[in-house]
Structure formats: structure tokens, C-alpha cells
């Protein structure tokens, strides 16, 4: 076991060397599992192995990196929490002048779009910039176009529905053979930028800072780091929402947040 | 404190008024004598007044008896008076002598009574006696001469006048007497008037005195207990007793009072201190190291130690903290339970100090050398019985009472602080184990929903190639019936078709000729009568024959037109492949082209790219047809501008390729009106133009577009149209060279391609098989006019349509239908409306996976939301836009994928 750690942190180490992208803090099991994936897949017995393939292998490199940042995502995910957003904190951002809002992890970008969605049914759309940011700059790509997929825009529409969506579903997107691309003007606002949330730094206030599912796969002094980040960037009185197997309970900046909803993980910048 | 012999309040008191009542005492009894005296000396006055006048009027009366008598006795001569005479003669020197002894004890003054006694005397004895004498011997001349002559009475007025004179004086003595007695009395008045105010003063005086010097003291007293609150304990001062009484005692009662409370508020403040200082602390090291630094410095110790018994070795205990004014690190690691002094006050489990003044056990160094520590004090800390802890102070002075108290104090409270600490940290690591485990198990749990979606995905795709595999075996069984059938059918209708074919030949071919024969007629009468030899035709006459002339002409180009495209679609078209030269394209086109352009004032340019292949293999009569066409289209629509030609070579996609090396891209483009986007399609079918007006104002046939679409395909290439509407259009051919004429493996399925403003690649002009194709969708809707725009719009897509104009009819059809793929759902209609017919296929028929689409009005949101509730799938606004509708339709007919939430 302690050799596997050993293979474990040589690749992490190669990975950070070749591609910038720092996993080195990520939680162990989970890499493993991903890193024993990638190796099923290729077909690659050892660990070390496949540390010098990736050395030459600059394909098998970035296919690894997709391994590694998860991206799994829907469109108003936990329909529940898009809910919360709606009735507990658009009343309040009403009152802004300016909405700031930062996906961070934003993936292919379903939330965002979701997002922003649930802006323009409320009137706020114009008023807001959102900055959609992932560490992996293929998905952002994929982000950018906002096509979704045929064969999951049923379940979204489901979830749009029971996230308390007032408008139909149809009207911000057009289908071709194969993907729904959603209306160009819901990403009028929207900034895709790459950032890592690991190595770099806080760039704005915000308002309101996503993000959901990107905190378990981090190592608990990394989750630690990350939430000091959110907790930088946040105005007086953010907003911060997580994903529903995350919880700012036992952090050390948990006192400094006020609870909206626990259930939903939403959470108050206090004064 | 000076306790000499001390004089109490109640003493002063006491005496104060002693002194007081003596004061009264000794007034009174002066003033009674004064009154008593003064009350006697009257008393004497008014006895002697009235004595006096008693015995002196006595006196008076008794000689003035004593000359009656005798004047009595010598009228009468009767004894009697003789006697009273001789009484009385021998009587008034004792009444006399009475008298002066009165006069001689009352004044001190001159006697006034020798006067009255001497004419008393000489009225006796000059009067009296030789009167009596004479009365004797009967002396009748002497009595004559003493009695009635003046002698006598001027005697006894005399004696008279004495006694007024002397009760006049004496009355005037009393006066006196009596006016100094009313002086006296005054000033006694005076006098008590003055020792009253005297006692007055003094007697406030006194009061004044003791009052204040209780009152004062008792007000310092109850400062100073007032300030006990207001202060914070520190440096509060002491009361200074003036006497030595009770006050004094209350004074020193309150001083110790203060004191014992001033020890006692550091107590308490040093224990909240210390107690509220490990409130937060969370560690043992901590503890410890909080401990330490609170208690040494409050103790005033130089050292100090603490130790916690072994987790798992209860006999020992190890240091955590420790705590040196040099902070030095000092103690022992760790002690076993009764080793060496600190071991023996575990075992004892008491507190042990020891004072070693001669002998220094430790050593404190210092800049200025080693300071002997005698010290120290070792306290175990119990949780229960047990001791759990100890620590160990050592200091270079001895520890007073508070700090010992302190010290153990602060241990009482440390034994269920360090437990509970201990706790803490238990459940601490629990936790932070248990949340290890819960953030693992949920990232697994995230890896496994991700895995399960890549799992359901692969299982989609699985069965959706499955279900693909089985239609296509049903197709194929299908198709293999329906190939028999068909091979029966065709060889049928092949036979059919051949004559059919055959006669349709014959019939165009007749039809030519029997067209063109009359019509030659036409022509040549008209032409021959328009030349008007003769002159005998009017103006008008030659206008009519014009007419007729070019009527007939149009009508002969109509006729060739449609033989060409029967021709071309019964593919009997006869082509013709030769070499042409490139760049005689120019010539061509000005040949025939630059009349028309000079008389409509149009520019008209023919552009062959440089490094151009010469000789170009094709089919020159029909490309001709195909370029005079494009042109003359040009010309015909455009009213200003110019028509541009332009010959390039085309770029060769591998596909193009397999046809030939060489590929021609002609493209014509004008300025004219330009075409719809929505009329792009239609242009190139036969008889159409963009509308019915265009025909009216530029007249055409319509044919010459469907003309050249299929010429070109039977050429090999395609024809695109790039066109904005009022900017004019671009006509582009693409055909191959083809040196041998072989067009078998010409792409036949290639189209014509309509692409909107944005230069795209051509997309075939008949659709590709979408998601619609083959669908069957049942509309629900009271309204026919709805029902028949919807079904035209979706028929054009290829799909089934059902129509339903209620409720209960659409149950039925999905009862009894094979097959329905989604349905489109109005909500308001007669006998049964839309909420309820959702409620009851869902309900009812159990089809809970078909896709429903309810149709309501926009404004009505709870139209909306109802429908949701009653279980439609997805919903759309009217008035319907059909590029929702589409795309709504579009994801609910692709195989669905679920997520976890669907």
C-alpha cells in the first residue's frame, strides 16, 4: 500500500510537472479509483507505468486529466436547491444594483446555464455577470457552445420544472439532430475563464459563489483552503451555495456563515 | 489597634446629660432662695408696716386717753378715770418701748420715735402729773391754767404732729425697702433668663460635639461599604478612627471587612480568570500551558509543573506543560505514583508543601547569580476520587493563605475540566474519523452515481442498438415479404411502365409534332404578314401580328422547355461529352447576353480565373442551356447593377474526387430583387416562382430553374443558390469533368442546396431522415382550424398524424392505436378537457412514460402549473411558435436518457 502511494504521488507529481494541474492535494481514494480506471480502460498494469506513459503519451495525459476532474453535472441538479435559490435569495438580490456570480467548477456548464435561466424568469439577467470557471479548459469549451444533449433534455425539463421554473422549458432552447443549444442571449453575461481552484487566487467579489460537488473530491486541508478562498471572495451578506453532500459544518469558517438552508446547503456571509 | 481605656458613646452621652440636669439643679435651688429671701424680706416689710401702725396709733390713741381720763376724772370726779389715768400713765412707756423695739430691729437708720417719746414725756410730766396734782388739792387756778388754758393741747398736738411725722418717714423707708425689693426681683428675672441660655448653650455645645463625632465616623463607615461595590477591589482605603469609642470598634470591624473582601474579589477574580482562560481550550497541552501561566503568576511562583496521568499506564504521569520565569524548560518528564515527593502526594492523595530554608532545593538563576527557591506547594487534582493530575509550584517567597487557596481552588474546578477536555478531544478525533469516513463514503457514492450514469448510458446505447437490430430484423422480414410481392408487382408494372413509357414517348413525340406544326404555321404567317409587303396593313394590324409572332415564340419555347424537362426525367436526355474550351465561356455570354445588359443599362462581367484548366470535358450544348439560363434569370430580375460571371476551378473534396480531378465552379450573380429565404427551396421547382407577382411583372414559364437543376445533375454536379432578399441573388454551378462521359458513379442523391446568408456548405435538398420520420403524434384540440395547421406542419416533417377533438376520443385512439409517439394536448374542450384526459391516461391507461405536451395560453400561469400536476410532460404557449414546437417535439421523441432525479 505504501509503494501504491509512492506510484500515487510520483503520477500526481509527473501530472503537476507536465500539465500545471495540481491533484496533489485531491483526495487519494478518489484519484486511485480514477487513476485504476484509466489503467482498466488502457489496459496498463502498474501505476508507475502508466506515469511514463503519460511522460510521452500526451493523448493518454489529457485523457487522464478528464479522469481526474470529474464532470459530472445536470441542469437544475437538485431541482430542490435551485428552489431555495429562487424563494430565499433572488428576493434578496432584488435589492442589488449589481449582481455578481461566480460558478466555480462550472464543468460543461449546465448549472450555469440553469442559472441563468432562473435569473431571466426573475428579471435579473441584466443585471448580472456571472463568471463560470473550471480548471479544465475542454469542458469549457463545451461550456461556452451551451448544447446539451437530446437524450437528457427530458429529465431537465423534468427538473426545471420541479426546481419551480415559471415559463416553458422550449423556449430557451432549439434542437438540431443531436443536442439542444440553449438561446445565446442567457450567455450574454456570462464570463468562462479558467481557473484552478487549487493554485490561484481569489479574482472579484461576488455576491453569490456555486459550487456544488467539487469540495468532496478535495483533500479536507485543501477544502479548507478553497473555502478561505469563497470565504475572500465573498461580499458582506454572499451567498454561498454547495452541493447537497457537502457542508460547511466542522470548518473552521463555519461560524463565520449564517445558515439559509441546511438541507439545500446554502449559506450567509455574515457581517 | 490602641486599645487604651476607652470612653464610650453612651458614657458621653450619659455625662452630657448629668452635667445638663446639675445645671438645672443648681439654678433652681439659687433662684428658690433668691425668690424665698426676697418673699421674707416682703413679708417682714408688710408685718412691720402694719405693726407699726397698730402700735403707733395705739400709742397715739392712749394719750390722747390719757388727757380724756383726766378730763373725764375732773368733771366727774369718779375714781374710775383716776385709775384708767394712772393704768394708762403707767402703760404707754412699755407700749413705747414696744414700739421702738419694732422701729429699732426693722431700720438700721436713726430712731424718729425719741421726738414722740419726749413730748409724751413733757405732756406728762409738765401736763399730766401737776394737772392731776392740782386735781388733788382742788388747785382751781392751776387747773385752770393747765387745763383750759392752751398748754395741754398744744402738747398733744405736739405728740400728734411726732406721730404723723414718724409714720410718714417710716412709710417712706418702706417705699424705699420696697422699690429695692422689685429691683431685686428684676434682676433674678434676668438672672434666670441667663442660666437658662446658658444651659441652652451648653447644651448644645455638648450634643453638637458627641453627634458629630459619631455621625462622622458612622458616614466614613458607610462610604467606605458603599465603595465596596464601586470599586473593583483594588487599592481601596482605609477608614482612620478620630476616637476611641464603638466607632472605632464599626471602624475596624470595616476595615477587616474590607480587607477580607478585597482578598476575597482577587480570589474570585483570579479563579474566573483562570477558570474563564480554559474555557475555550480545546487540548490538554493547552490546558496545561494556560494553567501555568495563570496560576504562576498570580501565585507569584517562579516554577511550575503539571502532569497527567498516562492514558494507558494509570501509575504514571507525564509532564505537559511547564513553566519557568527563565523559561527554561523545567521537571521531570514523568513520575510513577509514589516516587519522590510529587509521587507521595499522588499516593497520599493530598496536598503536599514544603519550606526548605536552609537547604535550597532548586537553584533559580538569575543575571545576578542563583536564588535559592524554598518553596513549594503540590496539589493533586481528583475527578471522583481519583487523581488524574498534578501540579507543582515553587516560588522564593512562601505562599500566603490566598494563594493556597487559589491554587486548590482553582485544582477543584480542574479535575472536570481535564475530563471533560479529555472527552472532547475523544470526540473530536471520533468525529473527524467519522467525517474522514462520511466524506469517502460520499465521494465514493458521487464515483458510483457517475459510474451508474456511464453504466446506464452504455445500457441506453446497448438497447437502443438493440432495438435498432430488432426493427431492422423486422424490416428485413418485412422487406422480404414485401420484396416477394414487390418482384410480382414490379415485374408487372415494369411491363406496364414500358408501355406506359412507350406511350408516353409517343404521345410527347406526337405531341411535338403535332404542336409544332400548327405553331410553325403561326409563326411563319405571322412573321411573313408583320413584314407587310403590301403595305395595306395598318399600324394596329402590324402591332397584332407582332404579338401574335412573339406569342407564338414563347409558346414554342414553352413547348421545348417541357420536352426538355420530360426528357430529362424519363431520362431520355441525350448527352453529349466533348472538350470545351474555358475561355470561350466569355465570348459566349457577350455574344449573347451584352444587347440585353446594354439595352437595361445593367454592367455585365465574365471573369475566368487565372491558371484554368483549357479544356474542360463536358456536355457544351447543355452547359450552354445551363449558363443561358442562370443569365437570362439574372438579366430578368435585376432592374440596376450589374451580373457578374465568374469561372474558377472548385475545391475538391475526396468525395468529388472519385468523380473526376477537375471541377468547375460557375457562379452568377446579380443584383437584382433577390429571393426569400422561404422561397429559396420553391424557385427551383417546376412552375414556381418567389410569388405569383413576380410572374405577373416578369413573366418566364418558372420551368428554367427545374431545367438547369436537373440538367446539371445529369452532368454530374449541383446547383446552390445564395440569396438575400432586395440585395440580389448568387447562382453557383459545380460540375466535373468528365472526359469519358461516365456518369454512373455520379452522386446522384446530390442536390441542389439552399444555404440562407451565411456561406455554409451545400446540405442536401432533401431533408435527412430526422427524428420525425416515421413518427406518430395525436393532436388533441376542439379547434379543426388548429388541428389542420399543426398537421400540416408536422406532415411536412415527415410525421404520422392523429387527431383527436376531445377528451374521450383521445383515450380511445391511444386504447386502440398501435402506436403513438407523443401527444399534443389542448386543455380547453367540450366533454372532456385536457387536465382530466392527462389525469386519466396517466391514471387510467397507465401510460406514464408517453410524452404529453399541453398547449395553454401564456397568460395563464396556473393553466401551467395544473397541467404539471395532472402529469404533463413539458409544456408550450399559444400562440405556438413552430420552432418550439419542433424543438420541444425533438427531445421528447430521442430516446430519453434518466438522471437521477427523473
Known amino acids: ?271 | 489597634m490602641n486599645k487604651k481605656r476607652k470612653i464610650g458613646i453612651g458614657f458621653k452621652i450619659t455625662s452630657g446629660y448629668i452635667i445638663l440636669i446639675l445645671c438645672l439643679v443648681v439654678s433652681a435651688v439659687v433662684l428658690n432662695n433668691q425668690i424665698t429671701s426676697l418673699q421674707q424680706e416682703r413679708n417682714a416689710i408688710i408685718k412691720y408696716d402694719s405693726s407699726m401702725r397698730v402700735m403707733s396709733n395705739n400709742l397715739e390713741r392712749k394719750i390722747v386717753n390719757l388727757e380724756s381720763s383726766l378730763h373725764r376724772y375732773l368733771i366727774t370726779n369718779n375714781e374710775k378715770y383716776l385709775d384708767k389715768y394712772n393704768d394708762e400713765v403707767a402703760t404707754w412707756e412699755a407700749n413705747y418701748e414696744e414700739l421702738n423695739n419694732l422701729v429699732n430691729n426693722y431700720s438700721t437708720g436713726e430712731n424718729q420715735l425719741a421726738p414722740i417719746y419726749n413730748s409724751i414725756n413733757n405732756w406728762v410730766n409738765n401736763i399730766g402729773q401737776p394737772l392731776l396734782n392740782a386735781i388733788i388739792r382742788e388747785d382751781s387756778d392751776q387747773i385752770n391754767t393747765l387745763f383750759n388754758g392752751e398748754l395741754s393741747s398744744v402738747a398733744i398736738s405736739e405728740v400728734q404732729q411726732n406721730f404723723t411725722a414718724f409714720r410718714t418717714t417710716e412709710t417712706e423707708n418702706i417705699q424705699q425697702h420696697v422699690s429695692l425689693l422689685n429691683d431685686r426681683n428684676a434682676d433674678l428675672t434676668y438672672g434666670l433668663f441667663a442660666i437658662l441660655s446658658l444651659i441652652a448653650i451648653i447644651t448644645i455645645v455638648i450634643f453638637t460635639m458627641i453627634s458629630r463625632n459619631i455621625a462622622g465616623s458612622i458616614d466614613e463607615v458607610t462610604e467606605a461599604i458603599e465603595d465596596m461595590n464601586k470599586t473593583d477591589g483594588k487599592n481601596r482605603k482605609r477608614i482612620v478612627a478620630k476616637t476611641n469609642d464603638e466607632v472605632r470598634d464599626l471602624v475596624d470591624a470595616t476595615n477587616m471587612l474590607l480587607a477580607t473582601m478585597e482578598n476575597r474579589q482577587w480570589f474570585q477574580r483570579n479563579l474566573a480568570e483562570i477558570v474563564t482562560a480554559y474555557q475555550g481550550v480545546h487540548s490538554l497541552d493547552e490546558l496545561g500551558e494556560v494553567l501555568l501561566n495563570s496560576l504562576t503568576t498570580r501565585t507569584q511562583s517562579v516554577y511550575g509543573a503539571f502532569y497527567i496521568q498516562d492514558v494507558r499506564n494509570t501509575n504514571q504521569f507525564n509532564k505537559i506543560a511547564a513553566f519557568a520565569e527563565t523559561g527554561d524548560d523545567v521537571g521531570r518528564q514523568s513520575f510513577m505514583v509514589g516516587q519522590g515527593f510529587v509521587g507521595q502526594s499522588v499516593k497520599e492523595k493530598r496536598v503536599l508543601s514544603y519550606e526548605n530554608k536552609e537547604n535550597s532545593f532548586h537553584y533559580l538563576e538569575t543575571a545576578l547569580g542563583n536564588i535559592p527557591i524554598s518553596n513549594g506547594i503540590i496539589v493533586p487534582v481528583f475527578f471522583g476520587n481519583d487523581v488524574i493530575a498534578v501540579l507543582e509550584l515553587a516560588s522564593l517567597k512562601k505562599y500566603n493563605e490566598h494563594h493556597r487557596a487559589l491554587i486548590k481552588e482553582v485544582v477543584v474546578h480542574l479535575g472536570v475540566t481535564i475530563n471533560s477536555i479529555i472527552g472532547r478531544m475523544e470526540v473530536i478525533r471520533l468525529l473527524n474519523e467519522s467525517q474522514a469516513m462520511t466524506e469517502e463514503l460520499q465521494v465514493q457514492s458521487e464515483e458510483l452515481q457517475t459510474q451508474s450514469e456511464e453504466l446506464k448510458m452504455q445500457t441506453e446505447e446497448l438497447t437502443t442498438i438493440n432495438e435498432r437490430l430488432e426493427e431492422r430484423t423486422r424490416d428485413a422480414e418485412t422487406k422480404t415479404h414485401a420484396l416477394e410481392k414487390a418482384q410480382i408487382e414490379l415485374k408487372e408494372s415494369a411491363e406496364q411502365l414500358r408501355q406506359s413509357s412507350n406511350y408516353k414517348s409517343e404521345f410527347l413525340a406526337n405531341m411535338s409534332h403535332e404542336l409544332r406544326t400548327p405553331l410553325n404555321s403561326i409563326l411563319i404567317l405571322s412573321e411573313m404578314l408583320a413584314e407587310n409587303h403590301d403595305n395595306r396593313l395598318s399600324d394596329d394590324d402590324l402591332e397584332y401580328a407582332k404579338v401574335i409572332h412573339d406569342s407564338g415564340e414563347d409558346l414554342l419555347n414553352l413547348i421545348n422547355d417541357i420536352l426538355d424537362l420530360s426528357k430529362v426525367e424519363a431520362g431520355k436526355m441525350d448527352l453529349w461529352f466533348r472538350e470545351m474550351d474555358v475561355y470561350e465561356i466569355p465570348q459566349h455570354v457577350h455574344n449573347l447576353f451584352s444587347p440585353i445588359a446594354k439595352q437595361k443599362d445593367l454592367d455585365l462581367n465574365v471573369d475566368v480565373a487565372q491558371n484554368m484548366v483549357e479544356i474542360f470535358h463536358t456536355d457544351v450544348k447543355r452547359f450552354h442551356q445551363i449558363l443561358n439560363n442562370l443569365l437570362s434569370n439574372a438579366l430578368k430580375f435585376t432592374e440596376q447593377g450589374s451580373v457578374n460571371v465568374k469561372v474558377e476551378l472548385a475545391q475538391v473534396t475526396p468525395t468529388m474526387k472519385q468523380i473526376s480531378d477537375t471541377w468547375l465552379s460557375i457562379s452568377v450573380t446579380d443584383t437584382g430583387i433577390g429571393i426569400p429565404k422561404d422561397k429559396q427551396q420553391l424557385v427551383f421547382e417546376s412552375f414556381q416562382q418567389a410569388d405569383g407577382a413576380t410572374v405577373r411583372k416578369y413573366g418566364g414559364t418558372g420551368l428554367g430553374l427545374s431545367i438547369c437543376r436537373e440538367v446539371v445533375k445529369l452532368l454530374g454536379g449541383w446547383i446552390t443558390l445564395r440569396s438575400t432578399e432586395g440585395e440580389g441573388s448568387t447562382f453557383t454551378v459545380c460540375l466535373p469533368s468528365l472526359p469519358d462521359g461516365n456518369i454512373s458513379t455520379l452522386i446522384s442523391e446530390q442536390e441542389v442546396a439552399f444555404t440562407d446568408a451565411s456561406p455554409a456548405l451545400p446540405v442536401p435538398v432533401t431533408p435527412p431522415k430526422t427524428i420525425f420520420d416515421e413518427k406518430h403524434i395525436l393532436i388533441v384540440d376542439d379547434d379543426y382550424r388548429n388541428i389542420y395547421a399543426l398537421r400540416q406542419a408536422l406532415e411536412q416533417k415527415g410525421v404520422h398524424v392523429l387527431e383527436a377533438t376531445n377528451g374521450l376520443e383521445c383515450l380511445n385512439i391511444l386504447q386502440t392505436a398501435t402506436r403513438v409517439d407523443a401527444v399534443l394536448m389542448d386543455i380547453m374542450m367540450p366533454e372532456m378537457d385536457g387536465y382530466e384526459t392527462m389525469q386519466r391516461i396517466r391514471y387510467d391507461l397507465q401510460l406514464t412514460e408517453l410524452p404529453i405536451i399541453a398547449l395553454t395560453a401564456k397568460a395563464m400561469k396556473q393553466d401551467r402549473d395544473r397541467a404539471f400536476e395532472v402529469g404533463a410532460s413539458d409544456y408550450i404557449s399559444k400562440p405556438l411558435n413552430l420552432d418550439q414546437l419542433f424543438s420541444v417535439l425533438t427531445v421528447w421523441l430521442t430516446s430519453r436518457e434518466r438522471l437521477k432525479n427523473g
Open chain 1, 1 to 271: 500500500m505504501d509503494k501504491k502511494k509512492l506510484e500515487v504521488s510520483l503520477l500526481l507529481e509527473a501530472l503537476y510537472s507536465l500539465s500545471g494541474f495540481d491533484f496533489r492535494q485531491y483526495n487519494q481514494q478518489s484519484i486511485l479509483r480514477r487513476i485504476e480506471h484509466r489503467m482498466r480502460i488502457n489496459n496498463i498494469p502498474t501505476i508507475s507505468r502508466l506515469t511514463e506513459s503519460i511522460i510521452y503519451n500526451e493523448e493518454l495525459l489529457n485523457m487522464l486529466l478528464n479522469d481526474f476532474s470529474i464532470n459530472v453535472t445536470e441542469m437544475f441538479r437538485d431541482p430542490s436547491f435551485f428552489r431555495a435559490l429562487r424563494e430565499n435569495i433572488i428576493p434578496q438580490l432584488q435589492k442589488l444594483e449589481k449582481i455578481r456570480i461566480w460558478h466555480a467548477g462550472c464543468a460543461t456548464g449546465e448549472e450555469v446555464y440553469s442559472m441563468a435561466i432562473l435569473l431571466q424568469e426573475e428579471g435579473l439577467l441584466d443585471r448580472t455577470v456571472m463568471y463560470a470557471t473550471d480548471m479544465n479548459e475542454s469542458v469549457l469549451k463545451k461550456a461556452q457552445q451551451g448544447a446539451f444533449p437530446l437524450q437528457k433534455m427530458q429529465a431537465y425539463t423534468k427538473n426545471y420544472i420541479l426546481s419551480g421554473g415559471t415559463e416553458g422549458f422550449s423556449q430557451y432552447y432549439k434542437t438540431d439532430n443531436s443536442y439542444a443549444s440553449f438561446h445565446p442571449y442567457l450567455r450574454e453575461n456570462i464570463m468562462f475563464a479558467q481557473h484552478n481552484l487549487v493554485t490561484d487566487q481569489s479574482f472579484q467579489e461576488f455576491d453569490v459563489i456555486i459550487c456544488r460537488n467539487v469540495l468532496i473530491y478535495f483533500s479536507p486541508e485543501l477544502q479548507h483552503d478553497v473555502h478561505r478562498l469563497f470565504y475572500d471572495s465573498l461580499a458582506h451578506n454572499g451567498f454561498l451555495g454547495l452541493g447537497d453532500k457537502e457542508t460547511l459544518q466542522f470548518t473552521p469558517l463555519a461560524p463565520k456563515y449564517r445558515t439559509i438552508s441546511a438541507s439545500e446547503r446554502i449559506y450567509q456571509k455574515k457581517l
